[in-house]
């Protein structure tokens, strides 16, 4: 409950990186009673003083019963027993213990931060290196500069390809129509020339062919068997 | 410094009513007081770290010495001596 009301943060400056904790706390002798006391009395009275006083403090509560001693003294002196036995024994496996489990918070606390550390160098490199890359943005569009004239001159010469097809089929269209006419300007003149001959021969003349021929062939039929 | 702002060992004994004087006795200025003392003795034997048996120890003391004293009239009763 205290210390929600305990003031943070009242001057201007605050530290950010908090101070360390003391490493040991302040010297305290027999476990009760503060070393300032020791050092306020030891001008006047030296080592021996502080007890000196505390024996004889002890001593008037005694006597005047300031301090009565009943059944409570007993059982003070037997619960003092043995805290002080038991602080002897094991108060150094505690304060092991309790170390340890602050050193693990410490280690924790410092792998965050190295981890985060870790994490920001390498996020650190990473940029240095896109930074670096950055410079190589002329050679990227040179590259790519060259793919496009290519793809342009594929596309030329795909197109040219079609031209001269196209103008080709024409040509050889024409050059196909010129040889059929002739063709069939041919075909029909030899069809015409044919008939007209057919048509010549009379009958009469027909007679005296076949008539020519069979003397012909008794001529050829004598000289054969006269051979 | 000014005196109202020492601490009680650095006020020299001629002025002491002075500094009493100064002091500041209304409920948030106890409260403040006895904030700062816990606070102190805190920082000095507590919230340190490796600290020992004083930090309590000194506090259980003074239970002790305290409850006693609130339950001296009744322990008055169970003297050994008539005459004191």
């Known amino acids: 409950v205290l210390h929600t009301t ?14 360390p904790l003391p490493e040991k706390g302040g010297e305290v002798r027999h476990g009760l009673i503060p070393e300032e006391f020791f050092q306020f009395l ?9 007890y000196m006083l505390g024996t004889g403090l ?10 009565v001693i009943n059944h409570e003294t007993v059982a003070a002196a037997c619960i003092l027993t043995v805290i002080i036995y038991g602080v002897k024994k094991y108060g ?5 213990f309790a170390d340890k489990l602050n050193e693990e918070k410490v280690a924790q606390a410092l792998a965050v931060k190295n ?3 870790n994490d920001l160098e390498t996020a650190i490199e990473q940029e ?4 670096w890359r950055v410079e190589g943005r002329s050679y990227l ?6 793919n496009i004239a290519m793809l342009l001159e594929t596309n030329y010469r795909e197109r040219l390809l079609t031209v001269y097809n196209e103008v080709k089929k024409r040509l050889d269209y024409q050059v196909a129509m010129q040889n059929l006419k002739r063709q069939k300007e041919h075909d029909h003149m030899i069809q015409w020339v044919e008939k007209s001959v057919v048509q010549s021969i009379t009958p009469q003349q027909q007679k005296d062919s076949i008539a020519k021929c069979i003397l012909d062939l008794k001529a050829l039929s004598k000289s054969a068997q006269a051979a | ?14 002025e002491l009513p002075a500094w009493l004087a100064a002091c500041d006795f209304s409920p948030q200025g106890l409260l403040g007081g006895v904030q700062k003392a816990w606070n102190s003795y805190y920082d000095k034997y507590i919230n340190v770290k490796r600290g020992g048996p004083a930090g309590i120890s000194m506090l259980l003391a003074g239970y002790c010495l305290l409850s006693y004293g609130w339950n001296y009239q009744h322990i008055k009763c169970h003297r050994w001596r008539k005459y004191h």
């Open chain 1, 115 to 117: 981890g985060a550390i």
């Open chain 2, 1 to 14: 410094g000014p005196l109202s702002e020492r601490h009680l060992m650095d006020v020299r004994l001629g």
């Open chain 1, 141 to 146: 569009f040179d590259a790519k500069r060259n």
């Open chain 1, 6 to 19: 305990r003031p943070l943060h009242t001057t201007q400056q605050c530290l950010a990186p908090l101070p």
């Open chain 1, 42 to 50: 030891y001008p006047k009275t030296g080592v021996t003083g502080p």
């Open chain 1, 92 to 96: 150094a496996d505690v304060a092991a």
């Open chain 1, 128 to 131: 240095k290196k896109e930074q």
């Open chain 1, 58 to 67: 002890l001593l008037y509560f005694l006597s005047k019963e300031i301090y």
